[in-house]
């Protein structure tokens, strides 16, 4: 299994620009999660996804923020226009939702810096 | 109240040393609970779950507290390698969101 994938790795682009992020949950996980990591703010859940639908988006701090499930192995963070209070790691993750067992798997993450 | 609140250390032991960390949460109605282990600059990876009264796996032993609403993390004879922010989780209702703590820094000097 190749876990959850997110590209890029790294990404640097200029203040205004339009910046998609991308995630392949693990096969099979039936919830996916976007969080954004910062040292001031620690994770914090942007939103997430069940079955492909999105459930909680009360994480998503502005509409310059949107993110779209088009089918089960595919989502996209998108952030237009991006500001450099946007930097940030953003991680993917996804569950299996099996009731109290379920764990969530992280991608590596995209490390994001907006100048 | 925050979902779940940690101490963000940093926690500086000597190896060998015993060290544990405590996690508090707000939701009484919490069944099971997490603790994840993230290295710098890498990805969350869970370490431990905690379902009933605790968990141990080796060096590592989680306990619950039900009445004070916390849990906590012992680690015994740290490593060098035991170095990471270890992340307290509590799954929200149906188990398909996660609150993630704040991480406390763990610090294993030679």
């Known amino acids: 299994d190749a876990g959850v994938i997110q590209s890029p790795r790294h990404e640097v682009t200029e203040m205004g620009q339009e910046v998609t992020l991308r995630c392949k949950p693990i096969?099979?996980?039936?919830?996916l999660f976007w969080y954004r990591q910062t040292m001031m703010r620690g994770l914090e859940l942007l939103i997430y996804?069940?079955?492909?639908?999105?459930?909680?988006d009360s994480g998503m701090p502005e509409d310059r923020f949107s993110a779209k499930m088009p089918n089960a192995s595919f989502s996209t963070l998108k952030i237009q226009p991006s500001e450099p209070r946007d930097s940030a790691v953003y991680f993917c993750?996804?569950?299996?939702?099996?009731?109290?067992?379920?764990?969530?798997?992280f991608g590596q993450g995209t490390r994001l810096t907006v100048v | 109240r925050k979902e779940v609140e940690q101490d963000p250390g940093p926690f500086n032991v000597p190896e060998g040393a015993t060290v544990a960390f405590n996690c508090t949460y707000s939701?009484?109605?919490?069944?099971?609970f997490f603790w994840y282990r993230q290295d710098c600059r890498k990805e969350p990876k869970l370490l431990m779950s905690?379902?009933?009264s605790g968990n141990e796996d080796g060096r590592f032993t989680a306990q619950l507290n039900r009445a004070s609403q916390y849990i906590s993390l012992l680690i015994r004879d740290s490593k060098l390698s035991d170095s990471a922010t270890y992340l307290c989780?509590?799954?929200?209702?149906?188990?398909?969101?996660?609150?993630f703590g704040s991480g406390t820094k763990l610090n294993v000097k030679p």
């Open positions: 993750a996804s569950s299996p939702d099996r009731g109290r067992n379920t764990e969530a798997f």
């Open positions: 096969s099979g996980h039936n919830s």
């Open positions: 996804f069940n079955n492909n639908v999105p459930i909680d």
């Open positions: 939701n009484s109605a919490s069944q099971s």
């Open positions: 905690v379902y009933s």
């Open positions: 989780v509590v799954p929200g209702y149906n188990f398909n969101k996660f609150y």
